[in-house]
């Protein structure tokens, strides 16, 4: 075990009352076991971290922490988006459920509404190949949704992040992550996700190691009912500038479903939807949503299958070097990123819905070569305004 975190509690004992954010006892033995519930006394008081940067108990329990996805039918079966009609009815209920927080649906708890069933599916197929040795009572989904629009006021991109325990980042500088991450796409339109292979450190004050050249990543365009997952350690934004012509036309809309699978911990101030706000959202999930395949769990695939496109070579001349803004406050780093559009719509193209060892390629691998890499870096000081206020 790399380290457990002590975390002493700066609220007052009622503001932390009835929250259920659980660490880890402390011990020395490699071989602790994680599964067994600590003195409650110590739950809010510590969390085990690996040498994985990983909560404790996670990086070996058998997930598959690679990026993958879903694109076919039979995920679309699993998660009942197999007709537009059910995609826009879950479309319409992301929308109302689009206020700016995540909310939380406990491992083995019962789905109040289609969204918590969706979650709950994502959850079960990502911890199906687990061994058992994660804790129930600590572990579950984290879900929440985003919609980009033209021209509206969130600019049309996901900015550059890594999912973590936002309120433990706030109140004690700490970065632990989910063990998955998940994004399901309910349209058919709008930015691609890029997912870096980039960890950032456990302690948030530790600036310059957020920082570091990046060798590789994987681009998913939209398509409605496909799932992608990777590591929730990995750095991952929408940007804007890589999405395909024909996912960006006038009026277009991106509805996106996210739940990141938490094991062996629940974040830290995340509540389950409002009770009160149930009523308002369209579908059961009696009705909305089929029994599981009677096959077993959709299976993803990724790695060699995808095409890829180098930052090595320029062949079309149009290599160019997009940078992002992204942190805490949005102005801690830059993501510098070489990429050639005409390359990326190459191999996309040309392999799009290609059948590939039985399934169909929906990514695009990017490798970054040395001399050309992308990476995190200190963002540049802004000329300062002359006035404070933002036009």
């Known amino acids: 075990m790399a380290m457990v975190l002590h975390l ?14 659980d660490g880890e006892d402390d011990g020395e033995d490699d071989g602790e076991d994680f599964s067994a519930a600590p003195d409650s006394s110590q739950n809010r008081q510590s969390v085990a971290i690996d040498v994985e940067g990983r909560v404790g ?10 990026f993958r996805s879903y694109p076919d039918e039979s995920f679309q079966r699993y998660a009942g988006l197999t007709t537009t009609k ?33 979650a709950r599916r994502v959850f079960e197929l990502h911890v199906a190949g687990a061994d058992g040795t994660w ?50 796409y309910v349209t058919e339109s709008g930015a691609p996700t890029l997912v870096l292979d980039h960890v950032p450190p456990v302690m948030y004050e530790d600036v310059e190691q957020f920082r570091g050249a990046i060798g590789t990543g994987y681009l998913s365009f939209p398509k409605r009912g496909k799932h992608v997952a990777f590591d929730g350690r990995l750095l991952h934004g929408a940007p804007r ?120 390629v929906d990514c695009v691998r990017l490798r970054f070569a040395r001399g050309a890499e992308a990476a995190v870096v200190a963002q540049e000081p802004k000329e300062p305004r002359r006035s404070g206020r933002h036009r």
């Open 241 to 360: 500038e890589l999405a395909k012509t024909r996912h960006v036309q006038k009026g277009y809309e991106r509805v996106s479903f996210l739940v990141n699978i938490w094991l062996n911990y629940r974040p830290y101030a995340i509540e389950p939807f409002p009770e009160e706000e149930i009523e308002n959202l369209g579908l059961s999930p009696v009705n909305a949503i089929p029994s599981a395949l009677p096959g077993g769990f959709p299976k993803g695939f990724g790695g060699d299958a995808y095409p890829s496109t180098s930052s090595r070579t320029d062949r079309f001349g149009d290599m160019r070097e997009f940078r992002y803004d992204f942190g805490a406050t949005g102005v801690e780093h830059t993501l510098v990123l070489p990429v050639s559009i005409e390359a990326l719509d190459s191999v996309s193209d040309a392999r799009e819905g290609k059948v590939v060892g039985g399934r169909k």
């Open 8 to 21: 002493d509690e700066e609220e007052d004992e009622e503001d932390v009352d009835g929250d259920t954010w």
């Open 135 to 184: 804790d129930v009572d600590k572990s579950g989904a984290e879900w929440w949704v985003q919609v980009r629009r033209e021209g509206d006021g969130h600019k049309e991109t996901v900015s550059f992040h890594w999912d973590k325990d936002e309120d433990l980042v706030d109140g004690f500088g700490v970065n632990v992550h989910p063990a998955i991450s998940t994004v399901t």
């Open 86 to 118: 059910a995609c826009d009815v879950i479309a319409e209920d992301c929308k109302k459920c689009f206020v700016g927080e995540s909310f939380w649906l406990a491992a083995g708890s019962k789905p109040r509404c289609v969204l918590e069933e969706l």
């Open 57 to 66: 108990g996670v990086s070996d329990c058998g997930l598959d922490f690679s």
